[in-house]
């Protein structure tokens, strides 16, 4: 089931939200959650849905035997007195990750904190070898059915005979975004960032939560932990969701389709027929789709969570803006981009190693990030090209580019993230070659084809809309319209930090607490009119989803 | 639900801000849950016996892609489940769902059309004469007709050629028999569809005629009748601006061609009626452009025809009452399928001039057709063929060995011939 559908927004939406509010109890209220989440899935993967089901069961299995064998770790220290004060049952550092939106870079003190005196405490050689295991079952139910047919073909080729089956499974909806939940939920048990949660429904209903089931984003248990147990609905909270999801609708139908007719009529067609424009178009177009499609998705997962008192981390912040590679990935799938800092780049060394162990720390995660997006040799080569591309900004690139003019870094970044995508969608290695010639003007402006056909032409007013909608220009006229409200200068506002970036809806106006009270009046006129302008933004949202057939988000192929 | 910290920061704990927050979040929510249980609401009112009026009911949008609602007013809920049963329960729940969406034939046009602005905006910059009706539609609205047509590639051309050499082999082991083959101009006429110079691989009517000429031409037993049109004007006289198809006066423009080439009797037009409900067509609903054709057919009368369908049950060629029954949406929405008497059965006229059986092997565009040949020969077999897929031990020389047609005529669409033999393997067997 995907959001954009008739079959969610006016029957799973409604009758989820009426069994949530009707019942008052909060364990009741997880299980509805859970149900739901089971059906939501099921609905698309009938049979995969017991696959998820396995893998709840075993993380909370492994889960729970690692906790105690680290409390039985933890008291067995305690009665030799070598477990310091405050490292008993449980009582854990927070989770580390306090710096924003960095996905790779580790800040100098970072490591030293990772595992503190009182983790350490509770370290067990049982809960490393039921990490161990559990890792072993999670990464391989990914790699049967991710990587296996891929594997295989991979080696009868290399090899020119068939010695290996030709395997052909079916990718379950999601897998890598819940394995990577699961994976993140088991080794923050191992560490001590959260105790393990007794409960298998409220496993459940975290991993199978269905706002992020299938596409993110990756929300880390600690995240939630508090939300599991105790967690209330307000008002606000709920209207701050359904904006949000608003918003993520008007992304994804308004946007991200439209650009998804063009990309996908030109991707599957030969270069040589259509030439540089097709080509090119073909990739602009893909490169919007594929931002306002995940875009769209995330902020709806988003708005869901904070209609149900979830409270999930953002995914994107307007990474088209960015002026570096590094920064166009501080931006770009953020939760994708801390899972692999902190669970693959941190522990293997980070960059407080040597130079080449450094570069090579880069390579493996980009190149994990590559194939994780999916079995493909195309996916690996786009995770490598940024590995190489994000070594070359940390060696010398970035120092270099901040002698540069802003406008020659966003250029810059431009072109890297277009060739990214055209890496990304061209299907076949084979091909990505003769697209590059085509972009590179081998094969003419057109091709074989009329600049009519090609349809380019037809999104030419679209053009302002796609860039306009990829910069932050709302919340930058919305900050300051708050700055003017309250009476404070205008000067030095960031519409959308790299760090710290509170998350509001685009159009939702934060009506300062020190409004003057001679502005209150436009404060009011101007808050009801972007609601009112999110209402018109729903409303097409909606009739573009009831016009359409199924259509469903990018991400729920990886 | 309460107010939350976050609220409360946004204008203050007390105050105007705070409150008028509040109301602007209520306001957001009543208009979240009003959509998400409105299609719930029609339903229920539909299962009450309540019929909802066309403007706001969900299956109204279901006649613009020719299929039937699961659920209809008064329908007991049982009768439901049993549609909901039958095929695919978790597609059928899905469609029933969407056939509940008040408004929904109004949100598809309203969609396209807002697609459709952005795409004219687009050709401020161009000036093409033609444009897709929405982004992905493969059928183009021509502004000076204020038409919808689609265009037809070369990528037809090897089926045409296919079904000629056929045809040619076939025709040559029945010589007593004349056969000839029609191509009503659907698309391809240049003046009246300037999308087709826009493409780089458009065919016309001229391309489609000369590749059957080249096979046929010199086959002495076949003809090919196709059309030629001095204006784009004249081309939208014979065929509807928004339906793939022709008007009967299109049908008879070209049966008197045939009948040049045949021996049969010229038909003159005794005048054009049109219906109280307007027609809209095929390419109206695809392109879900919001408009009509007069829906229109020939005066003259055809009383004197009788009409023999499959089943058996005769009644005349001049007998509309299945299109008089339908309700008006339906009349809107499929005016040339149930205004003309079908298509498989056979048509008698006892003072037609030619005293021979004619077997016409035709789709959709013999419903309008097949009654005009029937006023010049005495016996009309009509079959669809050309729409079918068919693997059995029918075949036309087997047809023919039960009807001994002395004429046999092939009338269809472009893509249908270049199909023909790949769905009918066994036609010309």
């Known amino acids: 089931m995907v959001f954009s559908s008739a079959i969610f927004l006016f029957l799973f939406l409604p009758l989820t939200l009426g069994f949530y509010f009707a019942l008052p109890w909060l364990a009741a209220k997880n299980v509805v959650l859970l149900l739901a989440s089971l059906l939501f899935y099921a609905w698309g993967e009938p049979v995969y849905v017991v696959l998820m089901v396995v893998s709840i069961l075993v993380n909370w299995g492994f889960a729970l035997i690692m906790d105690r064998a680290m409390s039985r770790a933890a008291a067995s220290r305690r009665s030799q007195g070598a477990l310091p004060r405050g490292a008993r049952d449980g009582e854990v550092d927070p989770p580390g990750d306090d710096d924003g939106f960095d996905s790779l870079d580790v800040p100098s003190d970072r490591l030293g904190d990772i595992r503190g005196e009182e983790r350490r405490a509770r370290s067990s050689k049982g809960a490393t070898v039921a990490l161990a295991i559990v890792l072993v079952i999670d990464l391989g139910l990914l790699g049967v059915f991710k990587y296996l047919g891929f594997f295989c073909a991979q080696v009868n080729n290399l090899v020119g005979s068939p010695i290996l089956p030709e395997v052909s499974l079916a990718l379950p909806i999601g897998i890598s975004f819940y394995t990577l939940q699961a994976v993140s939920y088991v080794v923050d048990v191992w560490r001590g960032d959260v105790r393990a949660q007794a409960n298998p429904l409220y496993l459940g209903m975290y991993i199978s939560m269905f706002p992020q089931l299938v596409a993110g984003p990756i929300v880390r248990y600690s995240e939630i932990e508090e939300a599991v147990d105790d967690r209330h609905v307000t008002l606000a909270g709920f209207a701050r969701g359904i904006r949000l999801f608003a918003v993520g609708m008007g992304k994804k139908m308004l946007l991200a389709n439209v650009c998804g007719v063009l990309a996908d009529a030109l991707l599957v067609l030969p270069p040589e027929e259509i030439g540089f424009v097709g080509c090119a178009s073909a990739v602009c177009a893909y490169t919007f789709q594929i931002y306002f499609d995940f875009g769209g998705y995330s902020d709806m997962a988003i708005g869901l969570g904070s209609m149900f008192g979830f409270s999930y981390p953002r995914n994107f912040n307007y990474p088209y803006i960015s002026s570096s590679v590094t920064e166009f990935w501080r931006r770009w799938h953020m939760t994708l981009g801390s899972f692999f800092r902190d669970y693959v780049y941190i522990p293997l060394g980070g960059n407080r190693v040597s130079t080449p162990r450094w570069m090579l720390n880069i390579l493996i995660v980009w190149g994990l990030t590559g194939i994780w997006h999916g079995a493909a040799w195309n996916f690996l080569l786009w995770g490598l090209y940024y590995g190489v591309i994000l070594m070359c900004e940390k060696l010398f690139l970035l120092s270099w580019l901040e002698r540069v003019p802003r406008f020659f870094r966003h250029l810059y970044t431009i072109v890297v993230f277009f060739f990214g995508w055209l890496l990304f969608s061209v299907v076949g290695l084979s091909n990505v070659a003769h697209w590059v010639l085509a972009i590179f003007g081998r094969y003419g402006w057109l091709g074989t084809s009329t600049l009519w056909e090609l349809q380019s032409w037809s999104y030419v007013s679209l053009v302002p809309v796609l860039v306009l909608a990829s910069t932050p220009v709302i919340p930058w006229i919305r900050k300051r319209f708050e700055a003017w409200l309250a009476g404070r200068p205008a000067a030095g506002i960031v519409a959308a930090p790299q760090k710290g970036n509170d998350f509001v809806p685009p159009c939702e106006l934060v009506v300062p607490a020190d409004v003057l009270p001679s502005r209150r009046g436009a404060a009011t006129a101007v808050a009801i009119l972007a609601d009112l302008a999110l209402l018109a933004v729903f409303a097409l949202s909606v009739i573009s989803v009831v016009s359409s057939s199924y259509n469903p988000f990018i991400y729920f192929q990886f | ?429």
Not at chain 2, 29 to 42: D, E, F, G, M, Q
Not at chain 2, 250 to 259: D, E, Q
Request: net charge negative; with cysteine; proline share 4%.
């Open chain 2, 1 to 429: 639900m309460g107010r939350d910290v976050q609220g409360a920061r946004r204008g203050g704990a007390e105050g105007d801000g705070a409150r008028g927050q509040s109301v602007r979040d209520a306001v957001a929510l009543a208009v979240l849950l009003a959509v998400i249980v409105a299609p719930a609401l029609a339903f229920l009112v539909k299962l009450g016996g309540v019929e909802l009026p066309l403007w706001l009911d969900g299956s109204t949008a279901l006649y613009l892609s020719g299929s039937a609602p699961l659920s209809q007013p008064g329908m007991g809920a049982r009768e439901v489940a049993a549609n909901l049963a039958e095929g695919s329960t978790r597609d059928n729940v899905e469609d029933l769902v969407l056939e509940n969406v008040p408004f929904r034939a109004q949100a598809l046009i309203a969609n396209a059309e807002l697609q459709r602005d952005a795409i004219r905006a687009s050709n401020l910059l161009f000036d093409w004469p033609a444009y897709p009706c929405f982004y992905g539609s493969s059928n183009y609205l021509i502004d000076e007709y204020q038409a919808v047509k689609p265009v037809q590639r070369s990528g037809l051309v090897p089926g045409w050629q296919r079904f000629s050499e056929s045809l040619a082999a076939f025709a040559s082991t029945h010589p007593g028999t004349r056969f000839a083959v029609l191509l009503p101009a659907e698309s391809t006429e240049p003046a009246s569809n300037p999308a087709i110079a826009l493409t780089s691989d458009g065919v016309t009517n001229e391309d489609m005629a000369a590749t059957f000429e080249a096979v046929l031409g010199s086959v002495p037993n076949v003809s090919v009748v196709a059309e030629d049109f001095d204006d784009g004007a004249a081309y939208y006289d014979q065929y509807f601006r928004l339906d793939h198809h022709w008007t009967e006066a299109g049908a008879v423009a070209l049966y008197n061609r045939l009948a040049q080439a045949s021996g049969l009797e010229v038909l003159e037009v005794q005048g054009i009626v049109e219906q109280e409900v307007g027609y809209m067509g095929s390419l109206a609903r695809q392109g879900l452009v919001g408009a009509w054709d007069a829906a229109t057919a020939l005066a003259n009368d055809f009383s004197n025809i009788r009409f023999t369908d499959e089943a058996g049950n005769v009644t005349t060629a001049a007998d509309h009452s299945r299109y008089e029954s339908l309700p008006k949406i339906q009349k809107l929405t499929d005016y040339y399928s149930s205004y003309y008497s079908g298509l498989n059965g056979v048509f008698e006229n006892d003072e037609a001039p030619l005293d021979e059986t004619v077997l016409e092997v035709s789709d959709s565009f013999g419903d309008a057709f097949t009654r005009l040949v029937a006023t010049g020969a005495r016996r009309v077999v009509n079959v669809d063929w050309l729409t079918q897929e068919r693997s059995g031990d029918e075949s036309l020389a087997n047809l023919m060995e039960v009807e001994d047609p002395s004429l046999v005529v092939f009338v269809g669409t472009p893509w249908n011939y270049a199909s023909m033999c790949d769905r009918f393997p066994n036609l010309f067997a």
